[in-house]
């Protein structure tokens, strides 16, 4: 049983393409996270889901819009896909409060040529 | 907000020998939570051990082992006898006990010496 599941786990795609990865999680957690690893292996936070509820947003272009139909599902997608968007990006859930840590999905390797 | 620190971009050890991993941060919280993530060549982000703030016990997980010194805002990660599996991205990270958002370091690559 996958904790956090993501798919597709490598997407290669052209610019100017609308792209869409999702995420879902099955440890009953109320937080839900977006991560976007750069070549560099930074880590920097995109959007946090509380509960279905917007919580975290950060200065990420518009064309990034998530969407959490509920508590165990965050999905990310992406308009007019350009090459600075290729990247790994990571689920994440997490129960507020617990300090258990996140735990991470496995990765989705986004390449843009 | 927080900010975590990782003084070492790359650290390299011998087989079987003990590397420390440096990580100081800080926070204005008044209760927190710390941990080290590892991430291999596989990508998938392990977490490898987590610290509560307020126990002054280092946590201990078999072969790894923090140093925490709450004073000084530092915590290292300890990997005794070292195995090739080890070698991977390693990553400090915090988060506030009430708080939803953990900040991570930018990262210490280990390099494992046969």
């Known amino acids: 049983d996958t904790a956090v599941s993501q798919t597709p786990k490598y997407l290669v795609t052209q610019m100017g393409n609308d792209k869409s990865i999702k995420c879902e999680q099955n440890?009953?957690?109320?937080?839900m996270y977006w991560y976007k690893q750069d070549s560099k292996k930074f880590l920097k936070i995109m959007f946090s889901y509380n509960n279905k509820e917007l919580i975290i947003n950060e200065t990420v272009p518009n064309r990034f819009s998530p969407k959490s139909p509920d508590k165990a599902h965050l999905n990310l997608h992406i308009n007019s896909l350009e090459l600075g968007d290729s990247a790994v990006y990571f689920c994440?859930?997490?129960?507020?409060?617990?300090?258990?840590?996140?735990?991470f999905g496995s990765g989705t390797r986004l390449t843009v040529v | 907000a927080q900010t975590v620190t990782q003084s070492q971009p790359e650290m390299s050890v011998q087989e079987a020998e003990t590397v420390t991993l440096s990580c100081t941060y800080d926070?204005?919280?008044?209760?927190?939570?710390l941990f080290w993530y590892k991430q291999p060549p596989s990508r998938q982000m392990i977490l490898v051990i987590r610290?509560?703030?307020?126990?002054?016990q280092n946590a201990t997980e078999n072969r790894f082992s923090v140093n925490f010194q709450k004073a000084a805002k530092s915590f290292s990660l300890k990997i005794s006898d070292s195995q090739l599996g080890d070698a991977a991205m390693y990553f400090c990270a915090s988060g506030g006990v009430t708080g939803n958002q953990f900040y991570f370091g930018t990262g210490t690559s280990l390099t494992v010496i046969p």
């Open positions: 926070t204005s919280e008044s209760d927190y939570y």
């Open positions: 994440a859930s997490s129960q507020a409060g617990q300090g258990a840590g996140y735990t």
């Open positions: 610290q509560e703030a307020y126990k002054q």
């Open positions: 440890l009953g957690h109320d937080t």
